[in-house]
């Protein structure tokens, strides 16, 4: 049985059967954007991030390092998949148009993609910004479309995915309530003498029992000194007395993640850490006022900024107040339709969800974060993970 006979079989037996949403759900994501893509004059539009193709089809698999495509047309959807990827192309999505092409031939992707494309206007929007789309698929497509323009179009569906649905807030309530249990598991095993691997262990082994899904990041543990550099992750590192261990985790549920950070000190906290474990406490506090549905990214983040102005001499702090989170696939669970920082002229509506990463760093010593999965509701931001907002 080859790719195709295998396709068909699956295609009779379980079409969509892990499907994560009804139909109704992607026909009221797949409108908005095909009135942009009309008004903007976009006949065909090119996606190749696996989030994306996620949101509009429920396609779902954890190879996320091979060639696929979504094209949307104002009257069609076409999914091209590597031969491998057309189980998981027929039991997660309803899509009618699935067109595969064999693994290990990828120069037989360009004229099946060129054929979706054409004959759809001459215009073809394209995400140019994204990693997943190979500069050898944009060359052999222009050269089999010399007539048709391709335009940017990398903000397009993220305007659309920056608000959630009821739906997608229910997945994401499911993960914070595995992320928050997770996190609590693996603090209440902390002791010196511990590595931070076998903390991780502890807290990998809960999101999992807890029912997560494979994650778009591992859980993150980092111990002492190493606390203080930020995107540094376990490695055999062993707890001592008095050591700061900073964890983040993010359980998935359906593709959605809420993380949550999380410090505990291994031993009693120092009044330093104390007034820094304080200063990530009054920025977020001062962040979730500020999210208000009309007030600007930029307007949070500045007020963000009065909280930590006491410590921001003396503390590493990445700039960056919160990110969106949603459907995402490794390597990251930042959705990367908003950011909270200075000069983010975007404005806070009901439904949006952000990650509020506030982790301060004395570098060489040790860093502290804490933080929370919020929604953005009508008065301010509501956490959906439940930090316990406690150092010891």
């Known amino acids: 049985m080859d790719f195709n006979a295998y396709q068909k079989t699956l295609a009779r037996e379980l079409r969509g059967r892990e499907c994560p949403f009804p139909q109704s759900e992607?026909?009221?994501?797949?409108?908005?954007?095909?009135?942009?893509?009309?008004?903007?004059?976009?006949?065909?539009?090119?996606?190749?991030?696996?989030?994306?193709?996620?949101?509009?089809?429920?396609?779902?698999?954890?190879?996320?390092?091979?060639?696929?495509?979504?094209?949307?047309?104002?009257?069609?959807?076409?999914l091209q998949v590597p031969s491998i990827e057309t189980g998981p192309a027929m039991i997660t999505t309803r899509v009618d148009n699935v067109i595969g092409y064999r693994w290990e031939g990828i120069g037989d992707v360009l004229d099946p993609l060129a054929q979706a494309l054409g004959g759809h206007?001459?215009?073809?929007?394209?995400?140019?910004?994204?990693?997943?789309?190979?500069?050898?698929?944009?060359?052999?497509?222009?050269?089999?479309?010399?007539?048709?323009?391709?335009?940017?179009?990398?903000?397009m569906l993220k305007g659309i995915r920056i608000?959630?649905?009821?739906?997608?807030?229910?997945?994401?309530?499911?993960?914070?309530?595995?992320?928050?249990?997770?996190?609590?598991?693996?603090?209440?095993?902390?002791?010196?003498?511990?590595?931070?691997?076998?903390?991780a262990a502890v807290g990998a082994e809960a999101l999992l029992a807890g029912g997560s899904e494979f994650m778009s990041m591992q859980p993150i543990v980092t111990v002492g000194q190493r606390s203080s550099v930020i995107h540094t992750n376990h490695k055999r590192c062993k707890v001592e007395e008095g050591d700061t261990v900073f964890l983040e985790?993010?359980?998935?549920?359906?593709?959605?993640?809420?993380?949550?950070?999380?410090?505990?000190?291994?031993?009693?906290?120092?009044?330093?850490?104390?007034?820094?474990?304080?200063?990530?406490?009054?920025?977020?506090?001062?962040?979730?006022?500020?999210?208000?549905?009309?007030?600007?990214?930029?307007?949070?983040?500045?007020?963000?900024?009065?909280?930590?102005?006491?410590?921001?001499?003396?503390?590493?702090?990445?700039?960056?107040?919160?990110?969106?989170?949603?459907?995402?696939?490794p390597p990251s669970w930042v959705e990367g339709s908003g950011f909270i920082a200075r000069g983010e002229t975007a404005v806070f509506q009901q439904g949006m969800v952000f990650h509020l990463p506030i982790c301060l760093r004395i570098p060489g010593h040790w860093g502290i974060g804490c933080s929370d999965t919020v929604l953005v509701g009508e008065k301010g931001a509501e956490p959906l993970t439940s930090n316990p907002w406690r150092l010891d």
């Open 249 to 329: 985790f993010g359980a998935v549920w359906q593709r959605y993640t809420a993380p949550m950070m999380r410090t505990v000190v291994a031993g009693q906290p120092s009044s330093r850490m104390r007034s820094v474990f304080d200063g990530c406490r009054r920025v977020v506090e001062a962040l979730q006022a500020a999210m208000v549905p009309g007030r600007t990214f930029d307007s949070a983040a500045r007020a963000a900024e009065q909280a930590l102005a006491p410590l921001a001499d003396a503390v590493f702090f990445s700039g960056v107040f919160g990110y969106t989170v949603g459907a995402q696939f």
């Open 121 to 155: 206007g001459s215009t073809v929007g394209i995400d140019f910004w994204h990693g997943s789309l190979r500069q050898g698929v944009v060359e052999g497509l222009r050269q089999r479309l010399p007539d048709v323009r391709f335009v940017d179009t990398s903000g």
């Open 163 to 199: 608000v959630k649905s009821a739906a997608e807030i229910d997945c994401l309530r499911q993960s914070a309530r595995i992320t928050g249990q997770s996190i609590e598991a693996a603090a209440s095993a902390i002791e010196p003498g511990m590595t931070d691997n076998d903390i």
């Open 26 to 78: 992607y026909d009221q994501r797949l409108g908005p954007l095909r009135a942009i893509m009309a008004a903007e004059g976009v006949g065909a539009l090119l996606l190749t991030d696996p989030s994306d193709l996620f949101y509009l089809t429920g396609y779902s698999t954890f190879e996320v390092s091979v060639h696929v495509a979504l094209v949307v047309t104002a009257d069609s959807l076409t």
